[in-house]
Every structure is written in C-alpha cells, then in structure tokens.
C-alpha cells in the first residue's frame, strides 16, 4: 500500500467528527470491530475506501443522521435496515415492546395489528421474541412497507405487511392486542426544525395542527377492532402525558396507565377496551 495512503487513525482525527461517531462510520464501512481499528491504527486504508468514508464525515458534518447514513439501526438488539423513507427507531420506543410482551405470554397465539409500523421496528422485535403471534403490521407509505418487509425477512419472523391509511383497509379483528408509535408532533413544533428530525418523513413525525391527530384516529377506530379485554398501547409525546390518557378515558378505555421512560418522561399510554 502506498506510504501516501491515510491511516486509520489519521482518517479518524482528521473527520472533525467525536470520536465514536467516526469510528462507528468506519467500522461500518469495513465491515469490522472497534478492536481491529485499534489493533490497525497506523495500516493505511485503501484510497477507495478512503473517500468513501471521507463523504460519509462530510454528509454527517451536514447533520445526516447517522443510521441514515449506515443505513443500518439496531433496536432491540436486532439490527435494522432503515432509510430516509422511515422514522428511525429510538430507545424509547423499546418501552412500548416490553409493555407489549408483558401482555402477550410465550406460546401465545394472539392477533396483534401495529399501526404506522415504519421500519417493522416494534413488529419484528415482537415476532422475534413471541414466534406464535398472528402479527398484521400497517402503514400507509409503501415505500416504508418495502423496508418493514426486508427487515422480517432478514430476520426470518413472519408478519402480514398490509397498505393502509390507519384502520381503512385492515381486515376486521378482534385483535388481542393494537399498538402504534405513530405520528404526535404538532405541526408548528421547532423541534421539527433541529438534529436528525429535519432528516426524518414529516409523514411519520407530525400529528397534525396539536400532534394529537393521529392518536385520536388510532383510539377511535381501536375500539371496533379490539376484542372484550384486548388492549391498546400508545406512544406520545412527552408534553402528552395527561392529553392522551384523558383522550382514552373519554372514549370509553378502561384500566388507563401512562408509563415513564427512562429519562423519567411521560412516553407510552396502555389501556383495555372492554365493549
């Protein structure tokens, strides 16, 4: 290799870029472990290679967000193909899998819908840990639909992938179980304007004039396609956490909870419909 080409280490410092982040790129790139950038630290990188990760600094220098960028995201230690057509699933959002799991035992044969299911995030992490679900996962962009299904291929998990506008073209239930982390901020928000949400399908992150939109159209339509007992669970805003229990108690929900995430802010709404 030539004594021109640039280390790793010298690629790495130069990207402008914290440390971890440039070392993620890189590593992403090569296809390899943090340990064999240290361990090849002073190796020069193939001058291909070099500019490839060199544009990647550069998009995410412009505030690209990283998975974007990789293409790749892991939740719920599955790691996730996504792209700028999909919201890219957050840490947060594993709080509404675990509520999900605690209402579906193993060997559970449940019917489960997921509404605005993205990426298949919250659907393909449920079919990988409860493999007996009936899972139908919805959303009304086809072009989210495409990576959803890539996504349970790859990790061999069956789920019917169905196109439509929240409930509109959805078989009638009962379902056991309907879970959304759908769309909940307010058109006018300024944090639509700043990090990686600038980056992200308007279609998958605004909720209207109050970012409630969505959650009301999810909590309506709920109660004709859950059974007696079934439950809905609902991830909101963090400014929503008295708003969109007191939506579901005016439509008639019983047992209604909101659960904290771990930053200590109001996340996810859980509650029964009981007919």
Not at 3 to 21: G, N, Q, V
Not at 157 to 176: A, C, H, K, L, Q
Request: charged share 25%; with cysteine.
């Amino acid at each position: 290799m030539l004594a021109s080409t640039p280390t790793i280490d010298r690629l790495i410092r130069d990207s402008r870029l914290p440390r971890s982040e440039a070392e993620l790129l890189l590593r992403t790139l090569l296809g390899c472990e943090r340990a064999h950038l240290v361990a090849h630290a002073d190796d020069g990188l193939e001058s291909s290679n070099a500019r490839a990760v060199q544009a990647w600094f550069a998009r995410r220098w412009d505030g690209e967000p990283i998975s974007y960028i990789t293409r790749r995201r892991e939740f719920y230690s599955l790691a996730l193909n996504v792209d700028p057509g999909v919201l890219i699933p957050r840490a947060e959002t594993e709080q509404l899998v675990d509520l999900a799991l605690e209402r579906l035992p193993r060997g559970s044969s449940a019917r489960v819908l997921e509404l605005g299911t993205g990426s298949g995030a919250i659907a393909v992490a449920l079919a990988s840990l409860r493999a007996g679900l009936k899972i139908t996962a919805a959303d009304v962009s086809e072009a989210a639909l495409r990576t959803a299904r890539r996504n349970a291929l790859e990790h061999a998990v069956e789920i019917e992938f169905v196109r439509s506008d929240w409930f509109e073209s959805i078989e009638p239930g009962p379902f056991d179980l309907v879970v959304s982390n759908p769309p909940y901020v307010a058109a006018a928000d300024p944090h639509l304007e700043l990090g990686d949400l600038r980056f992200e399908p308007r279609l998958a992150l605004v909720g209207g004039v109050d970012g409630l939109a969505c959650l009301r159209k999810i909590a309506e339509g709920a109660r004709r396609f859950l059974r007696s007992g079934g439950a809905l669970l609902l991830e909101h805003g963090y400014d929503q956490g008295e708003t969109c229990p007191a939506l579901l108690r005016g439509l008639g929900f019983a047992e209604v909870a909101d659960h904290h995430d771990l930053a200590g802010l109001p996340r996810v709404t859980t509650c029964v419909w009981r007919g």
